[in-house]
């Protein structure tokens, strides 16, 4: 699974701080974190921070890329923003794929940012939803879903970087919800073959709930199941991260060995404590 | 209708692994040998590169054997009770590297001294320029005195030494690191523990890039499958990105194509299935050809019939 990291968000107090005071220790001492638990993708939210979000933006994008080359997701709702910032980073970092989180299935909407992904060589993850709103059935996913899919491919975007993320929701506000997604993975993984990559972001699940962790992690598993491929979480998270490996030992996507955690870990070139050699 | 395209994209590659050293690298080899660097499945020569095929190995033990078959015997009798004699006999009849098999440390074998593998190294070493691979006796208490002696005499040659084992691996690991040699990893017919040996391996500081796997070998009729699957996963796994088991592989047919009854019953026991000269040589050489296509970079044979078969049978593969 490609875990994208979620901490770097305006939305956390300490992130929204250093962004406007312009504090590089705080966002990159969260992201050697995030890297150390083996994100792959750094997801990058300004959140409200007061002041020009995309100069927030460039700004937290050069920051992170001085501690790390891995892709960065740039990260807002509002589509207008993202098609300021996505060239702008583009810009100032030419070598750094790009992740554009995210676009609806709204016609508007995919108008404006499929050809910013096409121009900056950017993956862009798709929303299940268009101008009427979250869906809430299965129907209305797949079919938003399977929209922006073929739009995106007739814009020329690879199959290899279209995301599509269902939408999740929380389980003390929606409960039948976490159940649709997981059967529009299964239902859209069918539309095209090969099929794009499914991506959720997973703490929305537990939003203000006591079990937040658990129910995170059972999700996950849950997810991994019907055939996602990607997920924003916190990759500081041991517990959840070594469920996540632990699913892909058991659907055969990772080969087992007793010290699978560690080999994990090993692939990815995380630190794992050697023992001295003796002659 | 165009034809759709079904090549496979892998992300992983198995590891190149040189063995032998010439006087340029520090050693006294006449050539090396280098095993792996696929990018793709075996032969399908569209889906990724096999720039090195199979290499193939023959057999050298350092006593006379016992019990060896007709076809064997008529093949190295003459030379066998002298190592250095049958390595130069190995090199003649075409082999890529000696496979040289420590028996006589063994407790129940003769239980000679270090010394003595030393010995036998050295005279194998001077004898003939190609790399080589030394297996110890399997005890390892035997193999930990022995092993670290025979590593230290050949130092600068690069060559294979066998086997780390889940239960003991870090005296020969940290032998070979220190002289310079690369490392067989042994994991009888589990591809789960292979992966694990190598993590332990790994762990000791000895790099991953430097070993070989041995998943141990089955011949025709005798779970020859299983080893096949086993090959096939590992280099599945291996080629979708596992570097824990991007390890090229080394396979021991002759000694088991030779312990079947179909490959060793004279023609006297077994009078309907043709002459033991070809029936025997035939059985190694399909078991080989059969678990190259598994994926297996180096193969230990017997027979010079079945390494003249085999080696036609890896040409053709690679032209096609």
């Known amino acids: ?279 | 209708m165009p034809f759709p395209d079904f090549r496979q994209k892998w992300t992983g590659r198995i590891n190149p692994v040189t063995l032998g050293a010439t006087p340029a690298e520090g050693g006294t080899r006449g050539r090396t040998v280098t095993l792996g660097g696929e990018t793709g499945i075996p032969f399908l020569n569209f889906d990724g590169e096999t720039p090195h095929s199979p290499a193939l190995g023959l057999d050298v033990l350092d006593q006379a054997p016992v019990g060896w078959p007709g076809p064997l015997q008529e093949a190295y009798g003459d030379v066998w009770s002298d190592p250095a004699a049958w390595a130069r006999r190995a090199r003649q009849l075409g082999a890529d590297l000696i496979n040289l098999r420590l028996l006589s440390i063994h407790p129940d074998e003769g239980d000679r001294p270090p010394e003595a593998a030393v010995e036998t190294v050295q005279a194998v070493l001077e004898a003939v320029d190609l790399p080589l691979v030394v297996w110890g006796c399997d005890v390892p208490e035997k193999d930990q005195a022995v092993m670290p002696k025979v590593a230290e005499a050949a130092q600068g040659e690069n060559c294979l030494l066998g086997a780390a084992t889940e239960g003991d691996y870090r005296t020969l690991a940290a032998a070979a690191q220190a002289y310079g040699h690369k490392l067989i990893a042994l994991a009888p017919c589990d591809i789960n523990r292979s992966k694990q040996v190598n993590i332990l391996i790994s762990d000791t500081g000895y790099p991953l890039t430097d070993l070989v796997i041995y998943p141990t070998t089955a011949s025709l009729g005798y779970g020859m499958e299983w080893i096949y699957s086993i090959l096939e996963r590992g280099r599945l796994a291996a080629l979708s990105g596992d570097r824990l088991m991007a390890q090229p592989v080394i396979l021991d047919v002759g000694y088991e194509a030779w312990r079947s009854k179909e490959a060793r019953s004279d023609d006297e026991a077994a009078p309907d299935w043709g002459p033991i000269a070809l029936r025997g040589p035939a059985w190694e050489a399909a078991t080989a050809a059969a678990l190259i296509q598994g994926g297996a970079d180096l193969l230990v044979l017997r027979h010079p019939r079945a390494l003249e078969t085999v080696r036609r049978a890896v040409t053709a593969l690679a032209a096609a």
């Open chain 1, 1 to 279: 699974m490609i875990i994208f990291s979620e901490r770097l968000n305006g939305m956390y107090r300490d992130v929204r701080t250093a962004i406007v005071e312009r504090n590089k220790d705080v966002i990159q001492e969260l992201a050697e974190k995030q890297l150390a638990g083996g994100a792959d993708v750094m997801d990058l939210n300004v959140g409200p921070a007061k002041g020009d979000a995309v100069e927030h933006f460039v700004w937290l994008a050069r920051t992170v890329r001085e501690v790390t080359d891995k892709p960065l997701s740039l990260d807002s709702a509002k589509a207008d923003l993202l098609m300021q910032v996505v060239p702008r980073v583009k810009e100032a970092l030419p070598d750094t794929k790009l992740v554009i989180n995210s676009c609806t299935a709204a016609p508007r909407y995919m108008e404006k940012l499929l050809p910013v992904a096409v121009s900056c060589d950017a993956a862009i993850i798709g929303l299940t939803m268009d101008q009427d709103g979250v869906p809430g059935n299965v129907e209305k996913r797949v079919e938003c879903g399977a929209t922006f899919i073929m739009t995106a491919l007739e814009h020329g975007i690879p199959i290899d970087d279209i995301y599509i993320d269902p939408i999740v929701l929380p389980v003390n506000a929606a409960f039948k919800q976490q159940q649709f997604v997981i059967e529009a993975i299964r239902e859209l993984a069918i539309v095209h073959d090969p099929p794009p990559k499914f991506i959720i972001g997973l703490s929305n699940v537990s939003q203000k709930c006591l079990m937040n962790r658990l129910l995170n992690r059972t999700f996950l598993v849950m997810c991994l199941t019907a055939g996602l491929s990607a997920a924003i979480v916190d990759a500081a998270d041991e517990e959840l991260i070594s469920a996540m490996i632990s699913a892909e030992v058991l659907l055969g996507k990772e080969l087992y060995s007793d010290d699978y955690i560690k080999a994990w870990r090993m692939q990815r070139g995380l630190p794992s404590e050697a023992e001295p050699v003796e002659v």
